[in-house]
């Protein structure tokens, strides 16, 4: 009686545990907390970015890069440790305001901003108002920044926000490296162009494209485009790009309609080369994507997972051991986001009883007067501009046989 009595009381403590556990998550089922805890005494550094539905991959990604640098950061027990959390905002503007108020309420104190473009122009406005310092790992457009002109109109859309900064190449730059290493490698005579004429991170580098490829003399052939509204069906641009005798095809866009226009194409038996950015980087795991499709496709990104340096390594074997993939570079910019704001909290001497404002204040000079300067997965002696831009190198990749191989 007594050994049924023991069992009985165990397993009305492993029900009431599994509750508690339950309902606590039930009270924020959208955050993604840090792995290994929160780290006692810690910075609070959160972030936003699609952790479910079209554009997971770039969210789940940057998410999982931070993680990986906020463990090894925690685990060399110095003065500076983070607890980091990340909110899903679906690539949603409205959604991202959402989860960047519930940040400030859980009182973050240092803001990876959002993943995807869109999202982070509206929490990057939010932040700037708040004196919280935000720096994206992968939102690109330029006017997530402000006080950035448009490179064909020179108009600018709004004010510089001074405490915004980023860590991938901004939407113009990836159209100018993109025209460039096309014409540098002779990859085509002939270019057809896709793009999305509702998103800012598409419409940003079809502009700046288009300016060096008159620049350089490429030839366009053929220019056409789509909206969320209609971007299941591409038939109308493929036959356009395929009767302009197109030679390369350029998809200044996301991976999930880069996905249909490769799956479109070999339907209709077109074969040119295509010729993406980096919001193309995750294509390879986009679940039910047949990998052969991207066979031979050209992208232009920061960061090559086959590269030898040690530090490259060491991040990809981690990676993998951890979540099951080659990183991509969402990943890597996660990643080094999160070392570059530890190295600059470490030089201005930045402690946890500070205000998000009082951080900000102090992160902003050493960011915009390019003095700081970071190394890492994504490149080597970076520097920010005073729009706060970074200032790196692209790498040319190419898909062979399902994996990114460098092309240099």
């Known amino acids: ?19 508690a556990v339950l309902t606590a998550c039930g009270q924020d089922s ?6 290994v805890g929160e780290a006692t005494g810690a910075f609070r550094m959160g972030g936003t970015g699609p952790l479910t539905g079209g554009a997971a991959i770039y969210g789940n990604a940057v998410a999982n890069g931070a ?3 906020v463990d090894e950061i925690n685990a060399r027990g110095g003065e500076i440790q983070f607890d980091l959390r990340y909110e899903d905002d679906e690539h949603n503007a409205e959604r991202a305001v959402n989860a960047y108020n519930a940040l400030k309420d859980w009182g973050m104190q240092v803001f990876l901003g959002s993943v995807t473009s869109t999202p ?54 990836q159209g100018l490296y993109s025209a460039q290493y096309i014409y540098d490698h002779n990859l085509a005579e002939r270019i057809a162009v896709i793009y ?17 490829a008159g620049e350089l003399g490429l030839e366009i052939v053929s220019t056409t485009t789509f909206t969320e509204a209609n971007q299941n069906d591409f038939s109308v641009q493929l036959t356009d790009a395929r009767n302009s005798e197109a030679d390369l095809v350029f998809l200044p866009m996301y991976y999930t309609p880069a996905s249909l226009i490769l799956a479109q194409a070999r339907g209709m038996d077109f074969a040119p080369r295509f010729f993406g950015v980096d919001g193309m980087d995750g294509i390879l795991t986009m679940e039910g994507f047949d ?13 090559t997972a086959d590269a030898e340096d040690e530090r490259t390594v060491n991040f990809v074997t981690m990676y993998y051991e951890r979540f099951g993939e080659i990183p991509n570079q969402f990943a890597a910019g996660g990643y080094d986001t999160v070392h570059a704001i530890y190295t600059a909290l470490n030089q201005v001497n930045a402690t946890t009883d500070m205000s998000a404002e009082e951080i900000s204040e102090l992160l902003i000079p050493i960011f915009s007067d390019g003095s700081f300067v970071f190394s890492g997965v994504t490149g080597e002696n970076m520097r920010w501009d005073e729009t706060g831009a970074v200032e790196k190198s692209p790498k040319g990749i190419i898909i062979r046989d399902g994996v990114y191989v460098g092309m240099e």
């Open 30 to 35: 959208d955050a993604v907390v840090g792995a």
């Open 120 to 173: 982070a122009v509206a929490t990057a406005e939010e932040s700037n108002q708040d004196r919280v310092f935000f720096m994206t790992p992968s939102a690109s457009s330029t006017e997530v920044l402000g006080g950035v002109p448009n490179p064909l109109t020179g108009i600018v859309s709004s004010p510089r926000r001074d405490n915004v900064f980023q860590m991938c190449f901004v939407d113009p730059n």
């Open 67 to 69: 993680q990986i640098a």
């Open 1 to 19: 009686m007594n050994k049924l009595l023991k069992r009985s009381l165990a397993l009305i403590s492993v029900v009431i545990l599994c509750f």
């Open 291 to 303: 990998p052969s499709l991207a066979e031979g496709v050209m992208l232009l990104t920061p960061f």
């Open 196 to 212: 999305k004429n509702d998103d800012v991170y598409s419409m940003g580098i079809f502009d700046s494209f288009i300016q060096r």
